[in-house]
């Protein structure tokens, strides 16, 4: 099936990739490889949570936002390569999750990044991963998730 199809099927439709925040590129390229810069739980080019996860957005928000960061990673490669159908497989998943102290989910959070991608691509989303603790994030963004992926 195709990626946006699925997508579709999901209710899920992607947004115009916004511009960058800082002074770097979204994407960067090389051979069959896209290096994806941090990406941050953004709607309409504005933070849905803010905060310290495990103090100021639940658990479940950050699984939420981390969802949201892999739809605004899927728009950037689809600006990117235009056709998310050349994703051949997702290779790691870097996640930064702006922790409380004593917080100690940032897996489960960055969990609803990684069952996002299975759902939406199947075999080709699974992935290995890193999942940090962080003091503080751009914007005060509870979650940010930097991405590498094959594609064709």
């Not at 639940?58 to 728009?75: G, V």
Request: hydrophobic share 45%.
């Amino acid at each position: 099936m195709k990626v946006e199809t699925k997508l579709k099927e999901m209710g899920i439709e992607l947004p115009e990739m916004a511009a960058p925040k800082g002074s770097y590129i979204p994407v960067s390229r090389t051979g069959n490889l896209l290096f994806l810069s941090g990406q941050l739980p953004t709607q309409n080019n504005a933070l849905i949570y803010e905060g310290h996860v495990g103090s100021d957005v639940t658990l479940e928000q950050a699984q939420e936002a981390a969802r949201l960061c892999m739809i605004n990673a899927l728009a950037a490669i689809k600006a990117t390569i235009g056709d998310l159908d050349q994703i051949k497989k997702i290779v790691k998943v870097q996640s930064f999750v702006n922790s409380a102290p004593g917080f100690v989910s940032q897996h489960v959070v960055t969990n609803g990044a990684s069952d996002f991608l299975g759902e939406a691509l199947g075999e080709k989303g699974k992935h290995a991963r890193t999942a940090v603790a962080v003091p503080e994030l751009p914007l005060g963004s509870p979650i940010e998730i930097e991405m590498i992926v094959e594609v064709e």
